[in-house]
């Protein structure tokens, strides 16, 4: 995935806010670039896992669609590195096609953001530009 600076800054950030809990949120992507980065409320409250409210997700799906773009979901570790967990692979189940960018976070230190497609219980990097 292509993003610019500023926008994951703003994943970035929004991993450190809300450190010792998992971040989540959701990209906009069109033509294989990040447009637009929706930050969401963890509601699991969770250093070990995030859960998105199904209703203002299902907006936000209808209008990123309606533009023509998809998704990528993007979220936290906060007690292990940026690297699918089981968790993240059986919750991709449900997301084919849908890339996945990790930030891993601590309490100090440089914030490490790898991106994965995760595919049938199969996982593999791709790049962050």
């Given amino acids: ?3 610019a600076p500023e926008l994951l800054d703003q994943v970035v950030a929004h991993a450190r806010r809300d450190f010792p809990n998992e971040c989540c949120g959701i990209i906009a992507v069109r033509d294989g670039a990040a ?8 509601v699991a409250a969770s250093p070990f896992r995030f ?11 209808d209008v990123v669609e309606d533009d023509g773009g998809q998704i990528a979901i993007y979220h936290s ?6 690297y699918p967990s089981q968790t993240d692979v059986n919750f991709a189940q449900h997301w084919p096609d849908v890339e996945w960018l990790i930030v891993g976070v601590r309490a ?15 996982i593999a990097e791709v790049g962050v530009e």
């Fill in 1 to 3: 995935m292509k993003i």
């Fill in 51 to 61: 859960e998105i409210d199904g209703l203002e997700l299902s907006k936000l799906l």
């Fill in 108 to 122: 100090e230190g440089e914030a490490d953001v790898r991106s994965f497609r995760i595919d049938d219980g199969e």
């Fill in 77 to 82: 570790h906060t007690r292990s590195d940026p």
């Fill in 35 to 42: 447009r637009a980065v929706h930050p969401f409320e963890n």
